[in-house]
């Protein structure tokens, strides 16, 4: 059969001769008996090993391995239509297709999204705003779903949150408000004595030790106020308080008496009446001596301003007078630059002159040289174009006779070559005498020339070296003048600032001193006058008495 002989060729592939008769010609035919025959065969399921039971004929074979036939073999391998890249047997194909493939078609069964099971059941479950959650904090509230759990952490009773007035204290948000009206370091509250609003940890620590009106015990334990005193009437109280411990009211003029109780000072004033009336006497006795002295102290200062005064105008004077001396000397100075700087100008001037002769002697003497070398080259060249021509009309004579000669007899031929040879030779050595000459002469010209160019640079550099003098002596004026000129400036304010200085410490202390005094004698003038007014008063009552 054809199949048979296909088979033929693949095995024996060098030729495609018939395996009987071995003729590369050949025809063939379908045997159509043979073929029902071999149809007819009964033959097993290709998948037996894997468990098919099925056998009929190879005619039927092709339709039980078909996979979209409804007599398909149950145990053929394929792939899921799902693409998830499972192979599995045809029996299996619904089931996992239906249950258990990843990319399968399902929908969320909380928001109904459509998708991959494997997405579905992966990513999307993570993210699923309907997925239901427990609450992290284990309250009462179950299934809450993913998109309200924010929601119910702000309001959740179990969540840990921060008090707000910032004491640093976490709490669970059932005891909030029993923390921030009963217990928080840093609620609002008021003072109860000042009526200060503030923080509470700042009112009951430092706030009651500073409070203003804070009742306090009076510091002498005195009977006239009962349930304390406000912290801001203390000191006002203590100047009325009569168990306050003060001096005797004579001890400015030498009572040394021990301190006594305000309420004491009437007794103590009785019993130590002809002590304190000697102590007031004394007291006037040396408020007089010392009034005297400051009076000549007065006078003492006054004749030390004048003096200063008198000093001062002196060194006003001086000063005057420096800054005339000064001025007329700047004047100097500035008329001696003036001079420099005329003389600085006239010899660049000169400079200037002397370097525009030299540049027209040196283009001049170049001009000269060049018309000498022109000249010398020009007759150079018409010697040399003489000695040519005479050199030629010789040879052409040379060859008139030469050719004169081979036609006469060589004697004459001899005789006339040797006359030649005698004439050429005279008059190589005439031309060599004349070179010779003009070459002696261009040397000469060349050597002038360069002596002149020597002393043209020698004149720029003495020329040079004259500017650089100038300008340096000129430079050197100015820097003495400006020295000169900050030196005296440096004297004049150096001494204004020492006569400003003298000035200014004089004055001070004199203003200090009569300050002193007139201090001295106020107070001197209180006391002779409290002191009188109280003698006089003790020494009234006490004749009243009597």
């Known amino acids: 059969c054809k199949s048979c002989l296909e088979a033929s060729a693949k095995v024996t592939s060098v030729t495609n001769a018939c395996p009987t ?117 284990s309250c009462e509230a179950d299934s809450i779903p993913r998109e309200d759990m924010e929601e119910h952490r702000k309001n959740c009773p179990l969540e840990e949150v921060v008090c707000p007035n910032e004491c640093g204290t976490s709490l669970q948000r059932q005891y909030l408000c029993s923390h921030i009206e009963k217990s928080c370091p840093r609620r609002v509250v008021k003072c109860q004595y000042c009526e200060l609003i503030e923080h509470f940890q700042f009112i009951d620590g430092d706030h009651m030790d500073e409070c203003p009106r804070l009742p306090i015990a009076c510091p002498n334990s005195c009977d006239l106020v009962t349930g304390g005193i406000p912290r801001a009437e203390v000191e006002e109280h203590l100047i009325t308080c009569p168990l306050e411990q003060i001096q005797c009211e004579y001890h400015v003029v030498g009572c040394t008496g021990d301190m006594i109780a305000r309420k004491d000072q009437k007794k103590h004033n009785k019993e130590m009446m002809q002590q304190h009336v000697r102590l007031v006497k004394q007291q006037l006795i040396s408020t007089r001596e ?180 100038l300008f340096t002596e000129t430079r050197r004026h100015q820097n003495d003048f400006i020295a000169k000129f900050e030196s005296i400036q440096k004297d004049l304010t150096t001494i204004r600032e020492q006569l400003c200085n003298d000035v200014k410490t004089t004055k001070h202390d004199l203003s200090q001193r009569l300050q002193i005094l007139e201090g001295n004698l106020t107070k001197v003038d209180k006391k002779r006058s409290t002191l009188t007014d109280q003698a006089l008063a003790k020494l009234e009552s006490k004749f009243q008495l009597e």
């Open 21 to 137: 008769c071995r003729s590369e010609e050949f025809a063939t035919m379908s045997n159509k008996q043979a073929d029902r025959i071999v149809r007819g065969l009964l033959v097993y399921c290709t998948n037996k090993d894997k468990g098919c039971e099925w056998t009929g004929e190879v005619n039927h074979i092709l339709d039980h391995l078909k996979i979209d036939s409804s007599n398909a073999c149950p145990f053929i391998e394929v792939n899921c239509p799902n693409e998830c890249g499972k192979r599995l047997q045809q029996q299996y194909l619904t089931s996992h297709v239906h249950t258990e493939c990843p990319h399968r078609q399902v929908n969320c069964q909380y928001c109904h999204v459509t998708g991959k099971a494997q997405f579905i059941e992966g990513q999307h479950k993570e993210e699923c705003l309907k997925l239901p959650l427990t609450c992290p904090n």
């Open 290 to 469: 010392h009034f005297t002295s400051t009076q000549q102290e007065v006078i003492m200062c006054n004749e030390e301003i004048k003096r200063v005064e008198k000093l001062f105008t002196s060194s006003r004077q001086e000063l005057t007078r420096a800054q005339i001396e000064t001025v007329r000397t700047v004047d100097k100075l500035l008329e001696r630059l003036g001079q420099v700087e005329k003389e600085s100008a006239t010899a660049q001037y000169n400079v200037r002159s002397t370097r525009d002769e030299l540049n027209h002697m040196l283009t001049t003497a170049v001009e000269d040289l060049e018309q000498k070398l022109t000249a010398a080259n020009e007759e150079t060249t018409s010697e040399v174009n003489k000695m040519m021509r005479e050199l030629r009309e010789r040879i052409d004579w040379f060859e008139n006779e030469t050719s004169q000669a081979i036609t006469g007899s060589r004697d004459n031929f001899q005789h006339v070559m040797i006359n030649v040879q005698e004439s050429v030779t005279k008059e190589v050595e005439i031309t060599k005498e004349k070179l010779t000459t003009i070459n002696s002469d261009l040397k000469s010209t060349q050597h002038e020339a360069t002596k002149n160019s020597e002393k043209l640079v020698h004149i720029e550099e003495q020329l040079s070296a004259t500017k650089e003098h």
